[in-house]
């Protein structure tokens, strides 16, 4: 066989060393011979090879006839086959271990497999391992993980395959684990166009997460050994950056659908990316939808939601959700900042979106955030149009049922304060009232509001909208019979679609019929109502028994006798570092009793020692836009649950689970509206100033 190497090289000298350099570079190979554990036959055979080797380059007439040889284009060396094995160490140990790799794997196929048992097995296996690790190692050191990954799998096939070397075979397979992340680097810096190399680092990247057990590292794995937790992040880190937005969102998704908290975090930032940097609104919907289902340890998802409450121009949640944050700092800087409160979210979120969300990803590359550019663009414009559109559709359809749904809260509009919940008005500005009687802003109330005239406007309102939607029905039936010619294809599909809309016809009438007869028996029970009390207020105050009084004021009395039956306000502040949920509860008990007190007209504001001067002027202001009107409220509350969210130092947050009632009434003792919800999730903030925990703020209908 011929050996891709000179004498030179195999016995490593210069081409101009001199015959001393050549005896003394002998001598060291002789000392220096391999211990890997190769036979006492092939280490001989090596030996003569150097000889040989020695003996012709210290001879002057053999030199120069050896070099003038070379000097025509003579190259490698010929060895005979049975010092065949002892030519590929000494290749090995000149520094060529790919090329001795690939003539030992050679060899060890057929038809030039050895002798089963035979010390050229033997040793040939083991100069396979070895060469393949050490040209592994010599890929490695140029950057060509992919390639030194395929040394050693080849390596350790032919281990398998050989059945020898247990031990040395656990070594390259180490190697080769030791191995993925740099593999995976190779495979995923390479230019986009060479799809398959990309794809299988894509694939080789999520298996080897999901092994670790998520972007936590919650499994015990193979890979601990060499790539623990801060290892792992600093590569994650690097790998982004080659990774497309959308293929971190497909990767972030599928690895919490198995369970990783910080892949869900991760989904909602690269999700809030490609919603911003490709003008994509919808994905910002997704984006809010992930965040809010996650309970990520230490996380303030306040701020984050808020700035996509304000890409979605919806800059009172975004505020509320600013105010409702647990970072002091920032709260203190969103009040005190000089300007407007808005140029300071908008200032956040600008920051935010730079410096956290549109960095590292391989396809989005925004040097600045220009937000007005955002809001200027006209699919962000009519993405919103259409957003608002739908709240108001929303609105008015639930005034219709007589209920209000909690569906979908955010796009629905629902303030923040209880007793705001109420005061959604229609797309016309009007006003809503009992029995779907409307009146303007401008007049007080209506002189007549139960009676045949609000049935009549309801059912006729209730009718209209019914055939609206019957008419949108026929509309769509219509373009699809035309558009698909069924007509043409067979007649009798005409009475198959004829008796489907007469069908539905007679379940919208059926609906109506029920809808119109239960209208007809609340106005029934509400006119007897009114008429008991009618009947009542005309009986001179002096004439009236026990039980005519108690029934004139059974309605304004009811919320306030019910709600708080047993409980005893406390009005005294909460000093205790760390109070119990019990007490937590007393101190919104008091809250409640105390506000429901003071909007009734019932009392003056005594608030300070439980709640933040924030929170008492909007409850003076909106007791005062009351007295204007002319009007006051009767609410009434019970707290049915609540929960712990979180706990600190300065700082506490509960979601309470409540009935509420409200009842907004003239000062003649008219009732104009009542509204309720069974149950209301209300998420209450209390934080720790003047040595006592205060309520700062509440967010309803989370």
């Known amino acids: 066989m011929e050996l891709p190497l000179d004498h030179f090289r195999l016995i490593g000298v210069n081409p101009s060393a001199s015959s001393e350099e050549i005896l003394r570079a002998f001598q060291l190979r002789l000392d220096k011979t391999p211990d890997e554990g190769f036979t006492y036959e092939v280490l001989t055979q090596r030996s003569e090879l150097l000889r040989h080797t020695a003996d012709l380059l210290t001879d002057p007439e053999s030199r120069r006839h050896y070099e003038n040889l070379l000097l025509n284009g003579a190259s490698g060396l010929e060895i005979s086959s049975n010092r065949e094995v002892a030519g590929l160490i000494l290749l090995w140990e000149s520094g060529s271990p790919k ?50 990954a395929d040394f050693l799998q080849e390596g350790i096939q032919i281990l398998q395959r050989m059945g020898k070397l247990v031990e040395l075979r656990k070594v390259l397979e180490e190697d080769f684990a030791a191995l993925l992340p740099f593999r995976i680097l190779d495979l995923l810096s390479r230019d986009l166009s060479d799809y398959e190399s990309h794809k299988k680092g894509l694939n080789m990247l999520e298996n080897l997460i999901i092994k670790r057990g998520g972007l936590e590292g919650k499994n015990k794995s193979e890979f601990s050994n060499y790539l623990n937790q801060k290892e792992f992040e600093s590569f994650f880190q690097q ?37 911003f940097a490709r003008r994509k609104p919808e994905r910002l919907f997704e984006a809010r939808k992930i965040l809010k289902k996650l309970n990520l340890s230490g996380l303030d998802s306040m701020p984050l939601v808020g700035c996509i409450d304000l890409l979605l121009a919806d800059t009172d949640q975004a505020s509320a959700r600013f105010l409702s944050c647990s970072d002091e700092k920032l709260r203190d800087w969103l009040i005190n900042y000089p300007g407007e409160k808005l140029e300071a979210i908008c200032i956040f979120c600008k920051n935010w979106l730079e410096n956290d ?61 209880e007793s705001d919940i109420v005061n959604e008005s229609f ?33 006729l309102e ?3 909208f019914a055939l609206e939607k019957f008419a949108e029905i026929k509309f769509v039936f219509g373009e699809f019979l035309e558009n698909k010619k069924i007509f043409e294809k067979s007649p009798y599909i005409i009475y198959l679609y004829a008796f489907l809309i007469l069908f539905s016809l007679g379940i919208g009438m059926g609906f109506l019929r029920n809808n119109f007869k239960k209208s007809n028996q609340d106005v029934n029970k509400i006119e007897k109502s009114l008429i008991v009390q009618n009947e009542v207020k005309d009986i001179p105050m002096e004439e009236r028994s026990d039980a005519e009084i108690k029934i004139s004021s059974k309605e304004l009395k009811k919320s306030s006798s019910e709600q708080f039956k047993n409980f005893n306000p406390n009005i005294e502040e909460l000093s205790l570092a760390s109070p119990s949920i019990d007490q937590i509860k007393n101190l919104i008990n008091s809250w409640l009793f105390l506000k429901s007190s003071y909007l009734s007209g019932k009392s003056e504001i005594n608030l300070s020692k439980i709640a933040k001067s924030g929170l008492i002027k909007r409850t003076i202001e909106t007791r005062q836009d009351d007295i204007k009107k002319g009007i006051y409220k009767e609410i009434r509350t019970k707290i049915n649950k609540l929960d712990l969210v979180s706990q600190s130092s300065s700082r506490i947050v509960v979601v309470a689970e409540l009935n509420y009632s409200e009842k907004i009434i003239k000062n003649s003792g008219e009732l104009i509206n009542e509204t309720s919800f069974n149950p209301l999730k209300v998420k209450y903030i209390l934080g720790f100033s003047d040595k006592s925990w205060k309520l700062a703020d509440f967010v309803s209908g989370i």
């Open 239 to 275: 790998i982004r950056s080659f990774l497309t937005v959308q293929e971190q969102i497909d990767l972030f998704l599928e690895l919490q659908k198995r369970g990783s908290i910080e892949a869900g975090f991760l989904a909602f930032i690269s999700l809030t990316a490609i919603g």
């Open 462 to 464: 209730f009718y209209k």
């Open 427 to 459: 797309e016309d500005g009007r006003l809503p009232l009992p029995g779907g009687v409307r009146v303007d802003e401008e007049s007080s109330y209506p002189e007549k509001i139960y009676g045949d005239d609000s049935i009549k406007n309801k059912s």
């Open 357 to 417: 969300v549109l960095v590292g990803y391989r396809d989005i590359d925004l040097n600045e955030v220009d937000l007005d550019s955002w809001f200027d663009d006209r699919e962000i414009q009519e993405f919103i149009e259409k957003l608002e559109k739908k709240s108001n559709r929303s609105i008015i359809r639930s005034k219709f049922q007589s209920q209000f749904k909690e569906d979908d809260k955010e796009v629905t509009g629902i303030s923040n304060d």
């Open 99 to 148: 090329e001795a790799f690939k003539i030992t794997k050679k060899a060890l196929q057929p038809p030039q497999t050895p002798a089963l048992g035979s010390s050229r097995e033997a040793d040939l296996t083991l100069l396979a391992a070895l060469t393949a690790r050490d040209a592994a190692i010599q890929e490695q050191d140029n950057r060509c993980y992919s390639n030194a």
